[in-house]
Every structure is written in C-alpha cells, then in structure tokens.
C-alpha cells in the first residue's frame, strides 16, 4: 500500500527539517512581512542579488547648501587673470617701460634748463592716458578672447559682481601705473639736478596731481565701459581710439560745432583737470561728456551682459 505524497515535500523523497519546513502561501506558518522602522538600514544576505537600501537623512539641513563666492574672491580672481594672460602682463611692462623712456626724454631734452617735476609727470601721462583705458578693455574682454566666459559665470551667476570685480582691479592697476609714473617723475627730475647741476623745480599744485590722478583712473573706467559695450578686443581698442578723434575732427568746423565740442569732446573737457584749473563751468562740461563718454556705454554693457547668451566659445 502506498504512502500519500506530502505536497510540502520535495520531489525525490526529500524531506526538511521541521524548523525548516516552508510554510504554504496563506498558511498557518506563513511570515508575515515586517515593515521596517522608520530609518533602518537593510543588508541582504550574502550571495542574494538584492539591492542594498541606504539610509537618507530625513532633513538635509545646511548639507545641501552652498556659500556664495565672496567679492574678495571674485578680486583675487580678475587680478590673477590680468597678471597671468599675456596680453595684460606684455600691456604692464610696456607701460611701465614708456613711462621710463619718456621721463629719461624729458631729461635729456631739457638739460640746458631747469627740471621741473610736473614735465616730466605730464610726459609719464601721455603712455598711460593711451594704454590705460586698452587696460580696462582688456579685464572685461578677456573673458571671451581667452573663452572663459562660461566657467566664470556659471560659477558666479550674477555677472554685475563680476564686472565690478574687475572695474576694481583696473582702478588698482591704474592706481599703481599713476604712482610709479609720479616716482618715476621724481626720480629723473633728481637724476636730472644731480647731473646738469640745475636747480630743479618741485612745486605742483595738489589740483594737477589730484586731477591727473583722478583723470587717469577715469580713463580706466571708460575702457571698462567700452570693453563691457562691445565685448570684442579689437571692436572696442578700434572704438576707444578712433571715435573721439572722429568727434575732435568733426566738431572743430565752424562756430556752432565748436561750441558742441567744447561739451561732448573728451579731450577739451579733461585738460582743465590735468592742468588743475577746473571751474564750475568746467565740471559741468566735464560730467556732461563723461556721461556721454562713461555712463552709456556702461549701461549699454550691462544690458548686453544681462541679456547675453554664454557659449563656451
């Protein structure tokens, strides 16, 4: 007589241990799921291919969250930009070496006479009245001549702290371009005492070198203004250059234009600052031009900026 197979029993005979008998599906010995407490870690066991489940935190609280980038950063950064590329660090030595070749000029020009310090100041202004706002255009435009523009502003989105960082990195740079040409100034001028035996003159008025000062630094600030309006090296250099010489050129004919020129020419209205004889009339031509000259190709730039799409190339 034959025994009734067990359905729990595996085919073959086999038989299980009873603590290891599995339970039918809705049986009395079924397991019934536990559900895990609230932030458990579970490890499979070894050799089973399930997945590893990782405890989250239930708040990310200040893990999540990042610091903005400073200001003082954002400084550091564009002043490590304008010494590093080679276009601004060639831009500083030429500089600093015209700014020696025209006081040694000065010096030699004048060895029949007396040296007067305030020459060879205003001989150190012409090379920087020319390569100091190239300067300024340099720091905005560099970001797309040396296509960084992407990384810069995608780790610092808001690009108004960008372009001040570097509005105040060129006021640094011109700051030291305008102090080492008034020690280069007094070094010739006693150069030039010392070896012709002339009694050298020394009197500036503090308006000349304020005003050749503030001019100087004003300068940078405009080549800022264009390089931010045109966003292109060569357009803004060319732009810088030959638009003011078009306006010299254009409103020098006739009684009327001359009388306009005399408001929107950049170079009639800054002489009175070098010279250190500004009158209120002065400054009131002085500010109506640097509006025309600063004010609008800034907000022109900063608008473009804004506005502009960034592309890595």
Not at 17 to 41: D, L, R, T, Y
Not at 109 to 138: D, H, K, Q, Y
Not at 266 to 286: H, I, R, V
Request: charged letters at 10%; hydrophobic letters at 45%; a positive charge.
């Amino acid at each position: 007589m034959s025994t009734p197979m067990n359905p729990n029993q595996p085919q073959g005979g086999g038989h299980y241990p009873p603590q290891q008998q599995p339970a039918m599906a809705g049986g009395p010995g079924a397991q019934v799921p536990q559900k895990a407490p609230q932030g458990a870690q579970f490890t499979p066991q070894q050799g089973s291919g399930a997945p590893t489940q990782s405890r989250l935190p239930s708040r990310l609280g200040d893990e999540g969250r990042t610091s903005p980038v400073s200001f003082g950063r954002l400084f550091a950064v564009e002043m490590r930009k304008m010494i590093d590329t080679r276009a601004g660090k060639w831009l500083l030595i030429a500089m600093g070496v015209l700014i020696i070749i025209a006081s040694v000029a000065v010096m030699v020009n004048g060895r029949r006479t007396s040296p007067e310090f305030g020459n060879f100041v205003a001989a150190a202004g012409i090379p920087m009245g020319f390569l100091l706002p190239i300067l300024g255009i340099l720091t905005v435009t560099s970001e797309w001549s040396q296509r960084t523009a992407l990384v810069t502003f995608t780790l610092e989105p808001r690009r108004s702290r960008v372009v001040l960082a570097k509005w105040a990195v060129g006021l640094l740079f011109g700051a030291l371009s305008i102090a080492f040409a008034f020690a280069i100034g007094a070094l010739t001028t006693f150069i030039a005492q010392a070896v012709f035996g002339h009694d050298a003159n020394w009197s500036m008025s503090w308006g000349s070198v304020g005003g050749n000062g503030l001019a100087q630094l004003i300068a940078v600030s405009i080549g800022i203004a264009f390089g931010l309006a045109f966003q292109n090296t060569p357009a803004a250099i060319c732009s810088y250059l030959f638009i003011p010489i078009l306006v010299s050129i254009v409103t020098s004919f006739g009684e009327t234009m001359r009388k306009v020129g005399e408001w929107i020419d950049l170079n009639l209205t800054t002489q009175p600052l070098y010279n250190g004889t500004m009158s209120n009339e002065g400054w009131a031509k002085f500010a109506v031009a640097h509006v025309l000259w600063l004010v609008v190709p800034m907000v022109i730039g900063f608008i473009r900026l804004n506005k502009r799409e960034v592309k890595s190339s």
